[in-house]
């Protein structure tokens, strides 16, 4: 049995009077894909502040790969292996595609990531930077400056661009917002290949509930703070409480059965 990627314990962020996130404990085993829901003020993003680096737990330890990183910084974090898409802030815009990956495996690879380095672009980067398009399906686009591909093609650039930091841990925010419908079956379709290849673990915060049950392995259920069920995609379809609070039903059956 393999050790856990990330090990979370009683994890709390309070702000003042607010808890946030409110005794959260998980387990994220390797080349799981873990989604984290729940409605508006859930706690999802101050939960992923933390397991980040972005805020400092009030509570609770993050363990990565058996090394605690509780309260690091993030650049810290990101090198020990956890790597966060932002929407759309880590992209070059008057960079090629290629080059915009090739900057990230500059940097892993050691080189400086300073932009005139990319003059002294090396082939074996170059190959790999292509190979990570390919995987996002992108590669037809790799001479195109970024700022002029479209919008759902730069949300992929980002995880081709996280990837490229070969991560342990890969944390994708909301990875079909504002995309269109086709775009958002599309991505979906490219995440679900890419957690398939075996390659990656991934944890996904996301409104698009297509989008989750298509995704998630284990789905952890957040409702003002706390954890309100963690289980598999059914499970989480047919949980009374859950349809309740979070998937909006107005079920009387459903709620009979969460408050007997
Ligand atoms: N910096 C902050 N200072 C004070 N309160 C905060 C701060 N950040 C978040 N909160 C509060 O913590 C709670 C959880 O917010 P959070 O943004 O983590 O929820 P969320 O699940 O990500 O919501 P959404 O889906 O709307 O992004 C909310 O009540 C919010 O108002």
């Known amino acids: 049995m393999s050790n856990p990627?990330?090990?979370?314990?009683?994890?709390?962020?309070?702000?003042?009077?607010?808890?946030?996130?409110?005794?959260?404990n998980l387990e994220v085993m390797p080349r799981e894909t873990i989604a984290i829901i729940g409605p508006n003020g859930a706690g999802k993003t101050t939960f992923y502040n933390m397991v980040s680096g972005r805020m400092l737990p009030t509570e609770g330890k993050i363990m990565l790969?058996?090394?605690?990183?509780?309260?690091l910084p993030p650049h810290k974090i990101s090198r020990l292996g956890v790597s966060r898409s932002f929407q759309l802030?880590?992209?070059?815009?008057?960079?090629?595609?290629?080059?915009?990956?090739?900057?990230?495996?500059?940097?892993?690879?050691?080189?400086?990531?300073?932009?005139?380095?990319?003059a002294s672009r090396n082939t074996g980067i170059q190959q790999e930077a292509v190979e990570f398009l390919e995987r996002l399906g992108i590669d037809s686009l790799k001479e195109q400056r970024a700022e002029v591909i479209s919008y759902g093609d730069k949300r992929l650039l980002?995880?081709?661009?996280?990837?490229?930091?070969?991560?342990k841990l890969v944390l994708l925010?909301?990875?079909?917002?504002?995309?269109?419908?086709?775009?958002?079956?599309?991505t979906t379709?490219?995440?679900?290949?890419?957690?398939d290849s075996g390659d990656y673990t991934f944890m996904i915060t996301e409104h698009d509930m297509d989008v989750v049950f298509n995704l998630a392995d284990r789905i952890l259920v957040m409702h003002r703070?706390?954890?309100?069920?963690?289980?598999?995609?059914?499970?989480?379809?047919?949980?009374?409480?859950?349809?309740?609070?979070?998937?909006?039903?107005?079920?009387?059956?459903?709620?009979?059965?969460?408050?007997p």
């Open 5 to 24: 990627v990330l090990t979370i314990t009683s994890l709390t962020k309070r702000f003042g009077g607010v808890t946030a996130v409110s005794d959260i």
């Open 65 to 71: 790969d058996g090394k605690d990183i509780t309260g």
């Open 89 to 118: 802030n880590n992209i070059f815009p008057e960079m090629t595609v290629q080059e915009n990956v090739e900057v990230v495996l500059s940097a892993y690879h050691g080189h400086s990531r300073k932009l005139f380095n990319i």
């Open 158 to 167: 980002e995880i081709a661009m996280v990837l490229a930091t070969q991560p």
């Open 173 to 186: 925010d909301e990875p079909t917002a504002g995309m269109t419908p086709d775009e958002t079956r599309r």
């Open 189 to 195: 379709r490219l995440i679900k290949k890419l957690a």
């Open 225 to 259: 703070g706390e954890k309100l069920f963690a289980g598999t995609p059914e499970e989480v379809k047919n949980h009374p409480e859950v349809r309740v609070a979070y998937l909006g039903e107005e079920d009387d059956e459903a709620v009979e059965e969460a408050n």
